[in-house]
C-alpha cells in the first residue's frame, strides 16, 4: 500500500505542476499522464473498459484517427444548432447513464462525483480513505469544520447528525477533469475537453473554468438519541462529494462533439488518472421537445378596469413550463403527478419536468447539493418598496394543513409586508405523502393554477409574482424563475430598495445570479420563499448569503467589511443569533451565558435566533467599513 500511495502522489504532483500550462499542453500532459498513471488500476490491468464491458486498448496517443472525415462532414453532428450544458455525474465510481439528443454539441457545465461507505462505528470519515471510491488521493489534513443535527425526528423516533469535513488534501489542491467521447471499443471519437476546476481555496483565476466548486466529506450518523445526543449510535455513512458547476463563459467555449459513433464519455479525473470513470451514452434521434428552459406566468383573473386589484381580491394565476423553442412540456390546466417524476424507480417526465428531490437525496446548505433539491414553487410578495427579509417561523403544521394549499407567510400587521407561497405539488401532497404515505397524496392530480388571496389591509403598491422550476432533459440540468407584476390599490409602480450589492462584482462571467441557484436575478423576488422553516431554519437569504460567503474561501474580502456588501450602516444593525452566527462561528462567554451555547451553524440556535437580541448594543460592527 506504501509503493502504490507513493505512486499516486507522484501522479497526483505531476497533474498539479501543468495546471499553470496552456490548455494544449495541458491536455497533452494529461494524456501522458494517464499513460504514465493510469494505463493501469491498483491490480495492475487495463484500465479502459468498453461501455458493453470488455476491455479496449488505451490508444490516445493516436487517437485521432478515430474521428473519421464522415464525421468531420457532419460538422460535429450537431446539425449547426447551439451547444447545450451538460450535466455528468458519477456515483460510487460508476458513470450515470447519459440519454443525449443525437450529433448534440455540447459543453460541460456539471459534473457531481460522489464515494460513500456504510459503517458502524464513529470513525469521522477515516474509512473513505481506506475503502472507497476515493482512496489514497490524498486525506493528509482533513479536520471537521462544522456540525448540524437534521430538525425533523427519523421515522423511527431517532434523529440524523451532519458533520463537514474539509481541507484534505485533494481538496484543496488544483486539478483537472478530461472529457472524451468515446465508441463501444473506448477510442475517441472527437476531440477531448480540458476542464481545469482549480482550487476551493483560491479565487478565481484565468484559468478556472467553474464558478461553484465543492469538494468535501460529510458523515451521516442515523440513529442519534435526540438532537443532541449521538452516544451509542451504531448507523453512520461516510461520503466525498465533488460539485463543480456554472462553467465561465470561456469554459463554454469548448465543446464536445457527439457522432453516430460516440457511445459513451470518458471521464478522468488527475487526482486519480490511473482509474477513468465511463459513463454510457444514448443517442435519441427524434426528441419531443427541445433543449432550454423557460417560464410563463399569467393572471388567470383580472384586474378592475384601471389595471389594479383591490385588496381583500382572490387573484388565481397559471403557469406554463415551456422548452427552449417555447413548447410547453405539460397540457394545459395540468402537471404530472409526484409518483410519475420524483420517487426513485418512478419514470421520470418525459419532458424532463422536476419536484422535491430532498427526500431521497438530502441536500444542506452550501455543503451538499442544493442545486440537486429541485424544489418547484411559486410565491407572492408586496408592496415592493416594503420588501424585507421574513423572520416569522412557517411551522411544518401549516405544510400538512389540508384545508389550504398556499401558506401565508408574511402580514403587514407582523412582518410589515404580506407574503404567500406554494409548493408543486402542494405542501399537504408533497410533504403529506412522506408523513402519510399510505394517503395515496404522492398520486394526486396536480394543477398549474393557483389562487393567492390579497389581504383587505393590503398596503397599495407593486406585488411580486415569482415561479421557479428546475428542468432535466437529456442531458441538461437547468434552474429557471419567473417574475411578472400586479398592481394593488394603485396604478403608481413601486419598487424595491435593496440594500446589499453589487452582487456582480463576482457573480459574473458565468456567475451571473441569472444562472446560478434558481435562475433568478431579481432579488427582490426572494424573500418569501426564503422564510425560517420550522424544519429549516436556515431558509431567510440572509443566513444563507452570510453562511457561504463565510465559509468560502473565494469569498477573498474581509468577512468582518460589511461594506463589500452592506449598502448602509444601519442594515447592520438587526442583530439577532441569526444575524451574528450565520457568519460568526463563536462569541464570548458572556454572551454564551446570557443567550445559550451555540447550537446551530446555520442561525446559532432554535426558534429564538430570529429575535431581535438588543436595541442598544452592537451599533457598529468593527471594521465594517460603514
Not at 99 to 106: I, L, P, W
Not at 330 to 353: D, K, Q
Request: proline share 6%; aromatic share 8%; hydrophobic share 35%.
Amino acid at each position: 500500500m506504501v509503493a502504490v500511495g507513493a505512486f499516486r502522489a507522484r501522479c497526483t504532483r505531476t497533474s498539479s505542476r501543468v495546471g499553470s500550462a496552456g490548455r494544449a499542453s495541458l491536455l497533452a500532459a494529461m494524456a501522458g499522464l494517464a499513460l504514465a498513471c493510469g494505463g493501469q488500476d491498483a491490480s495492475g490491468s487495463e484500465d479502459s473498459t468498453s461501455l458493453d464491458g470488455q476491455v479496449a486498448p488505451l490508444e490516445l496517443a493516436s487517437q485521432s484517427q478515430a474521428v473519421t472525415d464522415d464525421d468531420a462532414r457532419r460538422g460535429g453532428g450537431n446539425g449547426g444548432s447551439a451547444p447545450v450544458a451538460l450535466a455528468l455525474e458519477v456515483d460510487n465510481g460508476e458513470g450515470v447513464p447519459l440519454k443525449v439528443k443525437a450529433g448534440q454539441t455540447f459543453w460541460v457545465n456539471q459534473i457531481d462525483l460522489r464515494a460513500s461507505i456504510n459503517a458502524t462505528v464513529d470513525e469521522g470519515v477515516n474509512g473513505l480513505r481506506q475503502n472507497s471510491d476515493f482512496l489514497a488521493i490524498g486525506w493528509g489534513g482533513v479536520r471537521q469544520a462544522d456540525e448540524e443535527f437534521v430538525g425533523l425526528s427519523n421515522p423511527d423516533g431517532t434523529f440524523t447528525r451532519r458533520r463537514f469535513y474539509r481541507d484534505a488534501a485533494w481538496m484543496k489542491a488544483t486539478s483537472l477533469f478530461t472529457v472524451e467521447p468515446v465508441d463501444a471499443r473506448g477510442i475517441l471519437t472527437g476531440p477531448p475537453v480540458l476542464l481545469n476546476i482549480g482550487s476551493e481555496e483560491t479565487r478565481r483565476t484565468e484559468r478556472d473554468d467553474f464558478f461553484i466548486r465543492r469538494l468535501r466529506a460529510i458523515q451521516w450518523t442515523r440513529d442519534c438519541r435526540s438532537l443532541t445526543d449521538c452516544s451509542g449510535a451504531k448507523a453512520f455513512e461516510e461520503e466525498a462529494l465533488v460539485e463543480v458547476r456554472n462553467a465561465y463563459e470561456h469554459a463554454k467555449k469548448q465543446t464536445l462533439t457527439f457522432t453516430s459513433k460516440t457511445k459513451g464519455l470518458r471521464l478522468r479525473w488527475s487526482l486519480r488518472p490511473f482509474a477513468p470513470y465511463y459513463i454510457p451514452v444514448t443517442q435519441v434521434a427524434s426528441p419531443a421537445y427541445d433543449y432550454g428552459f423557460a417560464i410563463d406566468i399569467k393572471a388567470l383573473t383580472a384586474p378592475r378596469k384601471d389595471g389594479t386589484y383591490a385588496p381583500g381580491s382572490d387573484v388565481t394565476f397559471q403557469m406554463t413550463l415551456k422548452d427552449g423553442k417555447g413548447k410547453r412540456l405539460h397540457p394545459a390546466g395540468s402537471l404530472p403527478t409526484y409518483n410519475e417524476v420524483a420517487p426513485p424507480g418512478a419514470p421520470g417526465h418525459p419532458a424532463g419536468i422536476q419536484y422535491y428531490q430532498a427526500f431521497f437525496d438530502p441536500t444542506a446548505t452550501y455543503y451538499r447539493r442544493k442545486h440537486r433539491e429541485r424544489m418547484m414553487m411559486t410565491q407572492l410578495i408586496g408592496p415592493a418598496q416594503d420588501i424585507k427579509p421574513i423572520r416569522t417561523i412557517v411551522d411544518l403544521e401549516a405544510f400538512l394543513d389540508d384545508s389550504q394549499d398556499v401558506q401565508t407567510i408574511a402580514t403587514p400587521a407582523r412582518d410589515g409586508v404580506y407574503a404567500q407561497f406554494m409548493t408543486f405539488p402542494p405542501a399537504n401532497k408533497l410533504f403529506g405523502g412522506a408523513f402519510f404515505p399510505n394517503d395515496g397524496r404522492w398520486d394526486a392530480p396536480v394543477s398549474d393554477t393557483w389562487t393567492y388571496h390579497l389581504p383587505t389591509d393590503a398596503k397599495p403598491g407593486t406585488y411580486l409574482v415569482t415561479a421557479k422550476s428546475r428542468r432535466v432533459f437529456l442531458g441538461e440540468d437547468l434552474p429557471a424563475s419567473r417574475t411578472i407584476e400586479i398592481q394593488v390599490g394603485t396604478k403608481t409602480h413601486t419598487e424595491a430598495r435593496l440594500t446589499t450589492g453589487p452582487c456582480n462584482s463576482c457573480h459574473s462571467q458565468g456567475g451571473e445570479l441569472s444562472n446560478v441557484l434558481h435562475g433568478n436575478d431579481n432579488r427582490a423576488a426572494c424573500a418569501s420563499c426564503h422564510a425560517p422553516l420550522g424544519f429549516e431554519l436556515e431558509g431567510p437569504i440572509f443566513v444563507r448569503t452570510h453562511f457561504i460567503h463565510s465559509r468560502s474561501n473565494r469569498f477573498d474580502a474581509p468577512l468582518e467589511k460589511c461594506s463589500s456588501c452592506h449598502l448602509d450602516k444601519e442594515t447592520t444593525q438587526r442583530t439577532s443569533k441569526a444575524a451574528c452566527l450565520s457568519c460568526h462561528k463563536s462569541y464570548p462567554d458572556s454572551h454564551v451565558k446570557s443567550f445559550g451555547p451555540i447550537e446551530s451553524m446555520y442561525v446559532g440556535g432554535g426558534r429564538e435566533s430570529f429575535q431581535q437580541c438588543t436595541g442598544s448594543c452592537h451599533k457598529t460592527h468593527p471594521g465594517s467599513g460603514l
